[in-house]
């Protein structure tokens, strides 16, 4: 064994001693203290000798571990081993290197010895999974293996043998089959009609020019290559280790193209859907297109990556832009006017703990239907939602059998019936999962961005995540059915829906949705009557008051949490976050309360904060300006997550300023 390598086996304290007397030896000899010098250097000779004495003791308690090690082993056994193809090496349970044959030494070690020294020398190994029968793999000297542990026991103790398997070529070509693997891009320019639908056909060409020089510059970096397919949809083929490439660098692409510049001096933006692990080209074609869709329902201007484990979004952050017409609208109320002749009845419902936009389109659709000749009827957890005020103005006038528990609404399902979901597309979200598992024909009329889990088998699925409201779907909706106008409760029912989820007329409006009210004004919808329809007693206005009163204020963001509960929470909290936001230089709000074992978020925004990517960050969801998510922690520890997801987003979204 060499000197450097017993000097390992030498305790540190001994090599510190050692080093001391020699360093007060020369300070000494330096400063003419004869009688101290032999003092010292009588001390250092003894510790040289010590460490000398512990080098050869050490050497001889190896050197009889292994002659036991090797005598407990019969003649096959040692012969087996040492003559194995196989580099095998043995270690002890404190995973010191005991024994290994000469295949190890030449073609592992290169011709070193190791004896004594820690296995992490070679490399670290995980005692825990050291038997694993799938191996587990190793890298030394730039050579890979695969190493699989069998336990021994040698005189009462562990020890394990360690068989090596050099597999560094097939894991390179491994490696390279994982790079090489193509991603399937679907790449639109989302608000190509909004763009270009008054520029000259020489300004379109010119700005999609542009367009396409950034596409061909970001294809070529990644040494892929894209084709257009038709005039504001490309596809685009980019290997696997180019891919996560621009994974990490969260798709630039779509910030170098809302800089492209146009007549109508709108940004340009971008939807991405990318299909990734795909193990063919036409699934990854297929995963691909999914993604796009994903990505448009989200509201666009964003990349969608589809995976075997699901969905990750990029992006995503801004304004959705307005796309939608009457054309769609027309058709789809054509289409639903056919499927609900053809049904027995019809069921609708909402989402849990139903608001004034969930029960007010079910109201506009499911009175129209009626009047159409069909029976409907809102299936609506009577104890368990925000709009008591509502259901009780209506049954009071006229409407008492128009709302049923969802346990009597299964009670009336056949073949035929026709179950119409509005303000939600998540499965685990609906009033009742049991009616959406037993109705065959499903409609569903939503306009939150679309999530993972959204119902798939729908007949219709009429999706506007840039409507204000699905009350402003619905009543868009039923002016093309044959079915007349709407009273004057029904349009108040309608007009609430609406005036909820724009904060009154302030957020995400746009023509249609004035043109809504108008016609449910028209209807004879009265605005002090819709009004009344959101008042609160005064336990709750003092609830929100001192909810207000606790807020700080973290990174632009306000954060009010209260240990308060009861049932008028889950109207509490968010009228407590909308008061938060007319506080200057606050861009979001969110309120935190008890609910049972859970602490419930409700958040807001005026646009310029996306809410609901910082609650999908904790497992919640909802629309660019009011979002929500659920944690199974303490007060304390859902405020701390909150700020982490808060911090996330912004770098992200490279909003660090705030």
């Given at each position: ?378 299936a609506i957890d009577k104890k368990n939602n925000l709009v008591n005020n509502l259901i009780s103005k209506m049954e ?263």
């Open positions: 064994m060499k000197n450097k390598q017993k000097l390992w086996l030498v305790h540190p304290m001994i090599i510190a001693l050692v080093v001391l007397c020699l360093v007060f030896c020369l300070l000494t000899l330096f400063t003419g203290k004869i009688i101290v010098f032999y003092i010292e250097s009588a001390l250092l000779a003894g510790a040289v000798f010590f460490a000398m004495f512990s080098i050869r003791r050490s050497s001889q308690d190896i050197h009889k571990f292994i002659t036991r090690m090797a005598n407990s082993l019969d003649l096959n056994q040692r012969r087996s081993m040492d003559n194995s193809p196989f580099p095998i090496i043995l270690i002890s349970d404190s995973q010191e290197i005991i024994w290994y044959n000469r295949f190890f030494r030449n073609d592992v070690l290169g011709g070193e010895d190791v004896y004594g020294q820690l296995v992490s020398r070679i490399s670290p190994i995980d005692m825990d999974k050291i038997c694993s029968r799938r191996g587990f793999d190793l890298r030394y000297k730039n050579r890979q293996y695969t190493a699989y542990g069998v336990e021994h026991d040698i005189e009462g103790r562990r020890a394990y043998a360690i068989f090596f398997i050099d597999d560094t070529e097939l894991k390179k070509i491994r490696t390279e089959f994982s790079e090489t693997r193509p991603s399937v891009l679907s790449i639109q320019i989302d608000n190509y009609e909004e763009l270009f639908k008054n520029s000259k056909e020489s300004e379109r060409i010119a700005a999609i020019g542009k367009a396409e020089d950034v596409f061909d510059r970001f294809v070529r970096e990644n040494r892929g290559f894209f084709r257009r397919q038709d005039h504001h949809r490309y596809i685009a083929i980019i290997e696997e280790r180019y891919m996560s490439k621009i994974i990490e660098k969260r798709f630039e692409i779509l910030d170098e193209v809302r800089r492209v510049s146009t007549v109508s001096n709108m940004s340009m933006t971008l939807s991405i859907g990318v299909g990734r692990g795909a193990k063919s080209y036409p699934e990854g074609d297929h995963m691909a297109r999914q993604a796009l869709e994903m990505a448009l329902g989200r509201g666009g201007d964003q990349a969608a990556v589809k995976t075997a484990d699901g969905y990750d979004f990029y992006g995503g952050a801004s304004h959705e832009v307005d796309k939608k017409n009457k054309v769609k609208t027309r058709i789809v109320a054509t289409a639903m006017s056919e499927i609900i002749a053809n049904s027995d009845n019809c069921i609708l419902m909402g989402h849990r703990l139903a608001d004034l936009d969930a029960v007010g389109s079910c109201v506009g659709m499911a009175t129209a239907i009626r009047r159409m000749g069909k029976s409907a009827v809102i009071i006038n006229g409407y008492a059998n128009l709302f049923v528990e969802p346990s009597q609404a299964l009670s009336i399902i056949t073949k035929k019936t026709l179950l119409i979901i509005t303000d939600t597309h998540i499965v685990h979200m609906l009033e009742s999962k049991k009616l959406y598992e037993q109705c065959r024909d499903v409609v569903v009329i939503d306009h939150h961005r679309r999530m993972v889990g959204y119902i798939e088998n729908a007949v219709i699925f009429f999706h506007e995540p840039f409507a204000s409201s699905a009350s402003e779907m619905v009543t868009e909706l039923i002016q093309y059915f044959d079915s007349g106008s709407p009273s004057r409760l029904e349009a108040e029912a309608l007009l609430g829906g609406i005036v909820l989820d724009t904060k009154n007329f302030v957020l995400k409006t746009g023509p249609s949705t004035f043109e809504a009210a108008a016609y449910l004004r028209r209807s004879g919808a009265d605005t002090v009557e819709v009004k009344r329809l959101f008042s609160s007693n005064l336990d709750s206005y003092r609830k929100k008051a001192e909810i207000v009163s606790r807020a700080r204020t973290y990174r632009n963001c306000a954060i009010a949490s209260t240990a308060m509960e009861g049932e008028d929470m889950r109207i509490v909290a968010p009228q407590s976050a909308d008061e938060l936001l007319t506080i200057s230089d606050i861009l979001a709000s969110f309120v935190l309360y008890k609910n049972g074992d859970w602490v419930s978020i409700s958040s807001r925004s005026m646009g310029e904060i996306n809410v609901q990517l910082i609650m999908e960050k904790l497992g919640g969801g909802g629309h660019l300006t009011m979002a929500g998510a659920a944690l199974e922690c303490s007060l304390e520890e859902s405020e701390k997550k909150l700020e982490a997801a808060i911090d996330e987003y912004l770098e992200e979204n490279k909003k660090d300023a705030l």
